[in-house]
């Protein structure tokens, strides 16, 4: 029966720790500065993401000749294709982004011709941090409460601790009938 309870309460922990997080996934997938070895220095996309349920992108964008700033865009989420984005930039122009397995694929129309591009994000120290600063606090929970189901196992269910009670019970009860035979 303890052991139940503390798969209840580790499960309880683990859904505390995702249910404050379910919106920043967007921003976890997409947050950051996106470039590629092709590129020449500073170029790239840098991605801004909100914290909330709209899943809006802020992305500044500079690739070759093609320079945009400040492009809000709506990204969708399906399991085929991962996160995508598109934006319509003009009659004749339009950008479209597909994040899948850590890479963003970028299509660029302009002018009558489509450019590929494909981006890796560059590693960010600070992003493992944020990420253990938040699940952090859950983990050590999850020892505690592990330690705390264990030790109340050992000390009031063992068969041990119930041997030694046993033990001053018999004790106690000696002690009163050598107690009755005296007076």
Not at 144 to 164: A, E, N, P
Not at 173 to 181: G, I, Q, V
């Amino acid at each position: 029966m303890l052991s139940y309870g503390a798969v209840l309460a580790v499960m309880c922990i683990s859904y505390l720790s995702f249910s404050g997080t379910f919106f920043d996934i967007l921003s976890e997938n997409l947050d950051g500065v996106w470039s590629s070895t092709e590129l020449l220095e500073g170029e790239g996309i840098n991605l801004t993401c909100s914290h909330d349920s709209t899943r809006d992108c802020t992305a500044y964008l500079k690739i070759k000749n093609l320079v945009v700033e400040n492009v809000s865009m709506q990204f969708v989420y399906s399991p085929a294709a991962r996160w995508v984005g598109v934006k319509f930039l003009s009659e004749d122009a339009w950008i479209l982004l597909r994040q899948t397995s850590g890479r963003l694929l970028v299509r660029v129309f302009v002018d009558s011709s489509m450019r590929t591009f494909l981006l890796e994000r560059r590693q960010n120290r600070g992003r493992l941090r944020k990420i253990l600063g938040k699940k952090g606090g859950y983990v050590c929970l999850i020892f505690l409460v592990i330690g705390l189901f264990k030790w109340v196992q050992i000390r009031f269910f063992s068969l041990h601790s119930g041997r030694q009670n046993l033990r001053h019970r018999r004790n106690l009860s000696l002690r009163s009938e050598t107690r009755k035979k005296n007076e």
